[in-house]
T-cell receptor, first 114, second 115 residues
Framework: SQQGEEDPQALSIQEGENATMNCSYK?????LQWYRQNSGRGLVHLIL?????REKHSGRLRVTLDTSKKSSSLLITASRAADTASYFC??????????????FGTGTRLQVTL | NAGVTQTPKFQVLKTGQSMTLQCAQD?????MSWYRQDPGMGLRLIHY???????DQGEVPNGYNVSRSTTEDFPLRLLSAAPSQTSVYFC??????????????FGSGTQLSVL
């Protein structure tokens, strides 16, 4: 079963607006990562936030993590047409004694129009 | 830098045929993994490896075999292809051997159709 669920499934905004995507997960985690996938391409890592962190920034990206609610959000500020892509959250579940298995959500499709 | 290289990019098989999807990385990464991506399902982990000679099952391992004889290569074998294995397959690697506290580097994918 999917560990992460993104919301919304699809989002359409105009260039210059902010885009917010949410991710909910089910079990305790070590870290949560966000990836971007352009159509027909492989995934590209955007940002990693550890379970003891609450907020992280990278350029126009801001990620928050609320472990009590088992949720994370990705904010893209001042969006550009080039931000059009699918965005996935991925969680590294907390399991002792085993190697990590990064589990992906179903993704949010972001469309940025001019 | 080549990063993670997957071959072939496209493949069409008939039901019952076998084939191997190739994956190679040149970053000396210990961790390698295979995912499949289906519409509306996100990515699901098939198999993974934390080093040469060590492999383990992911979420959807049935119908797939893997081996890891070298650090660089992690091939995925379909022994008897089924239409349910029609999907896009991604190979990914990471520097971290145990706990995955590092990011994954993805290949560009193999689009497989089983008729």
């Amino acid at each position: 079963s999917q560990q992460g669920e993104e919301d919304p499934q699809a989002l359409s905004i105009q260039e210059g607006e902010n885009a917010t995507m949410n991710c909910s997960y089910k079990t305790s985690i070590n870290n949560l990562q966000w990836y971007r996938q352009n159509s027909g391409r492989g995934l590209v890592h955007l940002i990693l936030i550890r379970s003891n962190e609450r907020e992280k920034h990278s350029g126009r990206l801001r990620v928050t993590l609320d472990t009590s609610k088992k949720s994370s959000s990705l904010l893209i500020t001042a969006s550009r047409a080039a931000d059009t892509a699918s965005y996935f959250c991925a969680t590294d579940e907390e399991r002792s004694g085993t190697a990590s298995k990064l589990t992906f959500g179903t993704g949010t499709r972001l469309q940025v129009t001019l | 830098n080549a990063g993670v290289t997957q071959t072939p990019k496209f493949q069409v098989l008939k039901t019952g045929q076998s084939m191997t999807l190739q994956c190679a990385q040149d970053m000396n990464h210990e961790y390698m993994s295979w995912y499949r991506q289906d519409p509306g399902m996100g990515l699901r982990l098939i198999h993974y490896s934390v080093g040469a000679g060590i492999t383990d099952q992911g979420e959807v391992p049935n119908g797939y075999n893997v081996s890891r004889s070298t650090t660089e290569d992690f091939p995925l074998r379909l022994l008897s292809a089924a239409p349910s294995q029609t999907s896009v397959y991604f190979c990914a690697s990471s520097r971290d051997r145990g706990r995955l506290s590092e990011k994954l580097f993805f290949g560009s994918g193999t689009q497989l159709s089983v008729l």
